[in-house]
């Protein structure tokens, strides 16, 4: 993986509208970007800048979708908005939708006008050029495939970047077997580019109860022909972020963690339900992960007996799944003893 400077992406000029659009040979966007934010005045301008820096022979659009952020989020959006009022459309919402229970990237996909969806939010970036292009020429020539990804890199808060989905070092299918035992951690979200009709036939349940939405748009693009994997790290995936879903869900009381963990389970069974039980296998293998997931919190918060419970359910789906992400904990556990010693 090649190395990458943050540095020198934000030195980076950026083009001007005008000069982003001359190389297009059409005028209707054939892919969306499409991004949500949410009191991300900290990052939002190096998801922008990703946008803009994109090199490509066909139009686009960004879609930035701001649900109510209470800090400095809106007025910078607004800024580059007004600098580039043909291709970014922003979208700000009065009232945080959701708190009220619907799902940001359905919403802001619902303002999007291309065929073709890539999703970043607002506090991941792209680092390469030609991550839109690349993945587009690839996706045309396999029609099958509803989603393509590639890899990426993780910013951990103390500024180290390591690499992620790393997978192959060519091109490649994945099977959908292989996403759906994933259970969500397979795809980095900000290398998502999906056909936009995935989100015209997501299930009712989906919109309902499903606590969060990457693992089903993989699922759902994937179940036609597999998943389009790119091996070039073109994003930036940052760690634990103020405001993001895996912080957030660590800080939950126990009754809220066991709620989450019911609506997970829940959903994964009507997953099973819809795919006419074709990936039983592999959807158990997705509940023991979010089960022992589980456990591990209600460990830190020493709720000992939940977590006994749910390393019980986790072992009951998939031993072998169990065994080897209690091998992962205890190494983990051992080094960091060995290191703050």
Known sequence: ????????????????????????????????????AFNHERYIEDAIRGFLLQ????????VIHDDASTDNTRRLIERYAVAYPELIKPVFQSVNQYRLGKKP??????????PYIAICEGDDFWTDDAKLQS???????????????????????????????????QLSIIPAETL?????????????????????????????????????????????????????????????????WSSSLARKDRNEIIAHAERTLGCLSELDRCTGHRYSASIDKAKARQAFSVAVLFLKQKYLQDAFGFMKIS??????????QLCVLLKNRIRRAVFNR
């Open 135 to 169: 993945q587009l020429d690839e996706m045309r020539k396999r029609p099958e495939c509803g989603i393509s990804f590639h890899a990426a890199r993780v910013l951990h808060p103390g500024g180290e970047l390591t690499p992620v989905a790393d997978y192959a070092d």
């Open 105 to 114: 990237i359905p919403l802001a996909v619902g303002y999007a006008k291309a």
């Open 180 to 244: 759906i035992a994933a259970d969500g951690a397979f795809c980095p979200t900000a290398s998502l580019v999906l056909k936009r009709t995935l989100f015209e036939q997501l299930p009712d349940w989906f919109y309902r109860s499903a606590p969060v939405g990457d693992y089903y748009y993989q699922v759902f693009g994937a179940l036609s022909g597999g998943a389009l994997y790119l091996p070039t790290a073109m994003a930036v995936y940052r760690c634990f972020t103020a405001g993001s």
């Open 315 to 324: 072992w009951s789906l998939s031993r072998a799944l169990f065994v080897g």
């Open 55 to 62: 090199k490509t022979d066909f139009p686009f659009e960004i």
């Open 1 to 36: 993986m090649n190395p990458f400077s943050i540095a020198e992406f934000r030195e980076k000029k950026l083009p001007g509208e005008s000069e982003i659009r001359s190389s297009w040979t059409s005028d209707q966007p054939l892919v969306s970007i499409v991004c949500t």
